[in-house]
């Protein structure tokens, strides 16, 4: 049985979607234990279901690493100490990314071998139901070589065990495809794959095909990755509203936004980050899943269910194994 | 009377394009002098109304610096001495990226306090009709803080003298909007242009922000720039085809494409990169424009009209002026 420790507090829609989700999730696996951080009297659906643990501060948003390693009432800290004691599966958290990676990794510390943790997140392709798991979309300002092929192991290791992906598809996200391009690192980091043989690696993808379906895995430095991901975040933000005034525009383009309704309810499907559940921390010495801030209820259970997946193919113990290995 | 060097080789859709292109843009300013660089017998729609001047070769797309160089009889490098031997005021190509900047920087050499030059190009935004200038969206592998901050007064001035707003909003392109957030480069170029007042500028803005209208200039790192030029692109071409794939769904919904239409037009003018004409190479002693490789004749045409208006404007005189006032 897996124990699940979450973070209720923090997410931009409060501690009533977070508790939604838990239920979701409980109604998919109900042989998981939860325990759930948090103001206790926000909490009153989850009695019975999970165990509580009061906590009585909230992180705010943009808090830093070191202010919120003082806040030790925080729903938080008292998650990712609670984690530790009871020798817990798994992390999840809605609360601001940036406190919730720095003390998760100042607390549970980094994996032997691995320099920087990085964040992860699938990413929807033009292939339906396929994904493309990306990363550091935003741990770090900056990475040499060798942080990006620790990267490209713990991805490669993930895709294979949470994706289901038998021999994943290796590529460095880069500006532009020959082996030659890319900034410093980016080629550094080409070199010494294709001097290693790395597993699976086909050389560097332009960011316009990133989302093509070919690649399993992408590998970019934290700063490059975090433009990636909220450039076509905001461009499939736009264009949705975009979307939204053309049919809003008069009758007739109700009524056709009646007749097509189908065809676009497809093309939200495969466009929906909801369903990828959130971003994950890897490199550090547990599982931890960060919940999109902006969370609903059917999305923070898909978080969940990350961290349980990530949990029972103890992606972690992998990650140490093959960190150790093919060096 | 101003005087353009076409290269009208090299691009994906042939010379039959780039020839419309010019034909369009004379038909909107007669009194223009073209100057076009090819295979004659492919220019003869423009005899009579351009200058011609025969080249025999065609630069592959994906030459590099030096094979360019040393192709002398190639439309590319034909086009780019008739430049300087005729004191012409801008040249405009629609060949590879890679030869066409950096035979445009090797020859023309770069203007006295540039160290790198920068691709720039103007993107669409939420607000009807109104672009943001980004740069540098590929032309480097790697900036330092002082080269951004001259793409910065690059940026100023084009978008005050071509885009005509008066005081333009200039932000760094960051992982968070606050100054402390971002790579080495961009926390010291964020630190620096503080202490210099650099007019307008508002600080660092994330990628999701970057098309909300916000922003008049967007100063990025070469590397950056490029995936974020080409994750919105890939996104917005992914959208468009789910979109398209909707409404061709069945029988109702391709009657609903026919009462939403109207609408869908207003979407595609609003993101129709086609009126941005291209991107320009700023930094080097002389318009360059480099036209989209897939352009129609339409599309070429407003690269000519992007290099007719900044030599109308004397952009080059003015950055020369604006590098060596404000540093």
Redesign the interface.
Same mark, same amino acid.
């Given at each position: 049985m897996k124990t699940l420790v979450v973070d209720m507090m923090g997410s931009d829609n409060g501690s009533k979607a977070t508790a939604e989700g838990v239920l979701l999730f409980l109604s998919r696996h109900p042989e998981t234990k939860i325990i759930a951080v948090g103001k206790i009297e926000e909490l009153k659906s989850l009695e019975g279901k999970c165990e509580l643990i009061d906590a009585r501060d909230i992180v705010p948003m943009?808090a830093g690493a070191m202010e919120v390693m003082r806040m030790r009432n925080s729903s938080m800290m008292v998650a990712i100490n609670t984690l530790i004691e009871r020798k817990a599966d798994a992390l999840v958290g809605a609360g601001g990314t940036?406190a919730f990676l720095s003390a998760a990794t100042l607390k549970l510390k980094l994996i032997e071998g691995v320099e920087r943790a990085a964040l992860m997140s699938p990413f929807p392709t033009?292939i339906k139901g396929k994904k493309v798991t990306i990363l550091d979309i935003?741990a770090n300002? !900056?990475n040499t070589p060798s942080q990006l092929i620790q990267f490209a192991k713990m991805g490669r290791i993930y895709s294979q065990q949470v994706m289901k992906v038998s021999e994943p598809h290796v590529y460095l996200?880069s %500006?532009?495809a020959?082996d030659k391009?890319?900034?410093?690192e980016?080629?550094e980091a080409n070199h010494l794959m294709r001097e290693m043989n790395f597993p699976g690696f086909k050389g560097n993808i332009?960011?316009? #095909? *990133?989302? #093509?379906g070919e690649a399993d895995v992408i590998v $970019?430095g934290?700063?490059?990755g %975090?433009?990636?991901? =909220?450039? $076509? !975040?905001?461009?499939? $933000?736009?264009?949705n509203? /975009?979307?939204k =005034? *053309?049919?809003?525009?008069n009758l007739?383009?109700k009524?056709?936004? /009646?007749? *097509?309704? =189908?065809?676009?309810k !497809?093309?939200k499907e495969?466009?929906d980050y909801k369903t990828t559940g959130g971003a994950m921390l890897l490199g550090v010495n547990n599982v931890v899943v960060k919940g999109h801030g902006s969370s609903d209820g059917f999305s923070f259970s898909y978080a969940l269910e990350v961290a349980y997946k990530m949990a029972e193919a103890n992606v972690i113990s992998l990650i140490k194994e093959g960190l150790s290995t093919h060096e």
């Open positions: 943009e940036g033009a935003g300002n !900056e996200l %500006n532009g020959e391009k890319g900034s410093p980016v080629k332009e960011a316009r #095909d *990133a989302l #093509d $970019t934290g700063f490059a %975090n433009v990636f991901l =909220k450039g $076509t !975040e905001g461009v499939a $933000t736009m264009m509203n /975009l979307i =005034k *053309a049919f809003k525009r007739f383009s009524l056709g936004y /009646l007749l *097509a309704k =189908k065809g676009f !497809e093309m495969t466009m």
